[in-house]
């Protein structure tokens, strides 16, 4: 892959160290050329009190929008840090391609042959020479912990590092980066992970909402309180519609314009199954402190027992029995990879067992994963018919046991 042969030419690793630090910090990452959306967060973090030197980027500053010009400009006006994403890395090395590995002939890969040249012929000289000085990595002392800012992770800029993903790899990452905390990027998802004592967050993207229905995009507030770090996850809302009208006239992916009003994914490609699970389910975080947040509605006495936002919380079964849970994510995730049977017909018959088996988690999760592969809803509705014929004749066959039994009682 193109990609490896860039990330043989870094192996030096160029690490910005920058020392202690203090105070309240800001991180942030997947600008993604949305100027709307880098001045908001410019606005908040004003507000905050927090100085441009404590606010952090995990990369990717340039991407999917319209303004990667005034993007760069008002980054490097603001003067805050970065590390250099994947497609800093790319611009740098004058490729042709966003260097993300995306599955050949995939939806991704079609449209980062439009958004990426866009970027590249959208990008002056100056700011090309600022994105090839922007490090691979920042490391620094916070709170007496050592801090660790990487984009996918320490070997590969491009890995798509999601909480479901095996704690093996995140646990190489921490001892690869000599790390007690490791700040991430590039997957899109906001999430935290405490793993033996460590810490892997991940702030999210501001340029693209996280698939979960709502137009917010994330960040994170770090800050020591009572001697330790206490992280906050935070979302905000910006004039996504410019944004998006910007996207539409100059011919960029017409889906991830949709997205930034929809907040779904045009596609799921990149997703375990796990954070598939999680589309169109708006985000929570218990320590959240968003400023607009949505407003709450009366629970009623039904949602009590199946809370749709609780199918986010699946991931979390492993923190009572880490290695089986880890085992059985490991697995499920190698069930649904294409195999004699494939992914679409995988989704069927998971979502035909979703209704046997009365999961109304699955059977969401399972219509929307349905829906992305493009099965019909007439598809889906004979599906439910074969799981709903083969329960009733499996009761009805145990029919049989039943009179075996009284026939011998009755003698």
């Known amino acids: 892959m193109l990609y490896h042969l860039i990330f043989d030419a870094f192996m030096d690793k160029k690490i910005k160290h920058i020392g202690t630090k203090s105070g309240k910090l800001l991180l942030f990452g997947g600008v993604y050329s949305n ?7 410019i606005s908040i973090a004003k507000a905050e009190g927090i100085p441009p ?28 840090l970065s590390i250099a994403g994947n497609v800093e890395l790319q611009l740098s090395n004058d ?21 990426f040249p866009y970027t590249k012929g959208h990008l002056s000289e100056p700011s090309l020479a600022w994105v090839s000085r922007l490090p691979e990595y920042i490391g620094f002392e916070y709170g007496n912990k050592q801090i660790s800012v990487v984009h996918g992770s320490y070997e590969n800029v491009s890995e798509f590092i ?26 899109g998802l906001p999430f935290n992970q405490t793993i033996e004592e460590k810490l892997w967050l991940n702030p999210g993207a501001i340029g693209m909402p996280a698939n979960d229905g709502t137009r917010r995009v994330w960040y994170i507030l770090l800050e020591i309180e ?26 960029l992916p017409e889906a ?19 954070e598939k699970m999680g589309q169109g389910i708006p985000i929570h975080f218990d320590n959240d402190s968003t400023q607009n947040k949505e407003p709450k509605t009366p629970k009623k006495m039904a949602d009590s027992y199946y809370d749709p936002k609780d199918l986010r919380k699946f991931g979390k079964i492993t923190e009572w029995s880490e290695e089986l849970g880890t085992k059985f994510f490991d697995y499920y995730g190698k069930v649904f990879e294409e195999g004699a049977l494939s992914a679409r017909e995988k989704s069927l018959i998971a979502l035909a067992v979703s ?24 598809e ?10 083969i329960e009733s004749g499996a009761t009805l066959v145990h029919g049989v046991q039943m009179m075996n039994k009284y026939n011998k009682l009755s003698m």
């Not at 999601?162 to 590039?186: L, M, P, R």
């Not at 907040?263 to 990149?270: F, P, Q, S, V």
Request: a negative charge; proline letters at 2%.
């Open 35 to 41: 100027l709307q959306a880098l001045e908001q967060l």
């Open 53 to 80: 030197e404590n606010c952090i980027c995990t990369g990717d500053i340039t991407g999917y929008c319209a303004q990667p010009e005034e993007t760069i400009t008002s980054f490097k006006n603001w003067g805050a």
């Open 380 to 389: 889906m509705m004979e599906a439910v018919h074969v799981g709903a014929a």
């Open 226 to 251: 009572n001697g330790k770090i206490k992280y906050t996850h935070r979302s905000l809302e910006y004039d996504y519609k410019t944004a998006q009208q910007l996207m539409y006239k100059n011919h």
């Open 355 to 378: 209704h046997v088996v009365k999961c109304p988690y699955c059977i969401d999760a399972y219509t929307k994963d349905g829906l992305q592969k493009g099965i019909t809803k007439e």
């Open 95 to 115: 490729s042709q391609d966003c260097g993300c590995d995306f599955k050949a002939g995939g939806r991704c890969d079609s449209f980062s042959k439009m958004w």
């Open 162 to 187: 999601f909480e479901s993903t095996s704690e093996n790899i995140k646990k190489k990452c921490f001892e690869q980066t000599e790390s007690d905390v490791v700040i991430a990027g590039h997957c």
């Open 256 to 274: 991830y314009a949709d997205t930034l009003a929809s907040g779904i994914w045009d596609n799921m490609e990149i997703l375990p199954e796990l």
